[in-house]
């Protein structure tokens, strides 16, 4: 089982890549589809903890919480990837 930070990490990874910025925005259910080495409750924890250090921003839909990452914070986020332009 991997630590907390990677999960974490490999979360804002994922919705960078996937471009889910602003508006954007991608169902919890395809985050856990696309880190499928991880359990869905380690993933919920995660997104929970990302939550809270203002990171990403959860979006109600009518078929569930929908995740996005919070454009003003994309500088960290992207020295948290080791994002190179």
Same mark, same amino acid.
């Given at each position: +089982?991997k630590?907390?930070p990677d999960?974490?990490r490999d #979360?804002?990874?994922? =919705? ?5 910025i602003?508006k954007?925005h !991608?169902p *919890? +259910?395809? #985050?856990? &589809?696309?880190l499928?080495?991880?359990? !869905? %409750? $380690?993933?919920? &924890?995660g #997104?929970? @903890?990302l939550?809270?250090?203002k990171?990403?921003? =959860?979006?109600k839909t009518y078929h569930? =919480? /929908? *995740?996005?990452l *919070?454009? @003003? @914070? =994309?500088? $960290? *986020? %992207?020295? #948290?990837i /080791?994002? $190179? /332009?």
């Amino acid at each position: +089982m991997k630590s907390s930070p990677d999960i974490e990490r490999d #979360i804002l990874c994922t =919705l960078f890549k996937h471009g889910c910025i602003g508006k954007h925005h !991608t169902p *919890v +259910m395809n #985050i856990c &589809k696309n880190l499928n080495q991880y359990s !869905t %409750k $380690e993933i919920k &924890k995660g #997104i929970k @903890s990302l939550r809270k250090q203002k990171y990403i921003n =959860l979006y109600k839909t009518y078929h569930g =919480l /929908d *995740v996005r990452l *919070v454009p @003003s @914070s =994309l500088q $960290e *986020v %992207k020295k #948290i990837i /080791d994002y $190179e /332009d």
